[in-house]
């Protein structure tokens, strides 16, 4: 627990409005300008129907932000869908036409792949790194995939519930931004009309209640239509459908499926809403 005499907090109040203190920057737009970048102590949630680049995007996210980190500090992803392999060859291609200087020798990010990952061991292994480094940020894929000790008796929304109230707790004990990879739910397949693609809202979330609620910020990816202007490119909306400390807002980009990358630049024109 920690508690603070309101005059220690006035001669802190510069940090917590700035959030400089805890924020990490991720050279994408519409998460610097809406979002200030990743901030300590919160839940993200990013989700988007199957085979839309979730992951994809989130790789593409993590390699843009390592280029903000200060000396000694990491992001941890923990790969529960993907294989070690996979993850290093999106990477690997990513990098290719980004070209961050020393990706390979600095240790900067950590993968941690393992199916069986929970929260207690995610919390064990940020404890560890943290004796040596400061961890900026964990990103998971994907949240449904996460086990839970003891959770043999709980029907699947208890779980979720369980999973993402625990994942709130360890954003704020141990001071990390989780960055938490969701699907969306059948009903929104539905909503498909004469083969246009609907944009998701909250309710769209898979055991939507509680991952609403726990969730700081959530963002979807929707992928709108392929862009015969560029080869291989399909065009993608990404859109802020919760900010619990700011503005919503959308934005367009283009997904390279053979390079597995994003454009933002160009793309980032969406109409910015404010929070009602």
């Not at 207690?120 to 961890?135: A, G, P, Q, R, Y």
Request: with cysteine.
């Amino acid at each position: 627990m920690e508690a603070y005499w309101l005059n220690e907090l006035i001669v802190k109040k510069d940090n917590f409005i700035s959030g400089e203190e805890n924020t990490i920057k991720t050279n994408i737009d519409i998460l610097d300008k809406n979002l200030n970048g990743l901030i300590s102590n919160q839940l993200y949630i990013f989700a988007g129907r199957p085979a839309t680049g979730k992951t994809t995007f989130v790789l593409n996210l993590i390699l843009k932000t390592i280029q903000s980190l200060k000396s000694n500090e990491v992001l941890v992803f923990f790969s529960l869908e993907m294989s070690i392999k996979e993850v290093l060859n999106r990477i690997l291609k990513i990098n290719s036409v980004l070209k961050i200087e020393n990706l390979d020798l600095e240790e900067r990010l950590l993968i941690v792949d393992d199916v069986e990952q929970n929260n207690d061991k995610i919390h064990s292994l940020i404890l560890d790194l943290n004796k040596t480094k400061k961890v900026k940020a964990i990103f998971i894929d994907h949240l449904q995939l996460l086990d839970m000790s003891d959770s043999t008796n709980l029907i699947r929304y208890e779980k979720i519930t369980r999973i993402t109230r625990e994942l709130k707790k360890l954003a704020r004990k141990l001071n990390v931004n989780v960055f938490a990879i969701s699907q969306l739910s059948r009903e929104f397949e539905k909503r498909q009309v004469n083969n246009e693609l609907a944009i998701p809202v909250l309710s769209d979330l898979r055991e939507s209640g509680s991952i609403e609620q726990d969730a700081d910020v959530v963002l979807f990816l929707s992928n709108q239509k392929v862009d015969y202007r560029f080869r291989n490119m399909s065009k993608c909306l990404i859109s802020i459908a919760k900010n619990r400390n700011g503005k919503l807002a959308s934005s367009s980009c283009l997904l390279n499926l053979e390079k597995s990358l994003f454009y933002f630049t160009n793309f980032n024109k969406g109409k910015n809403n404010e929070k009602e």
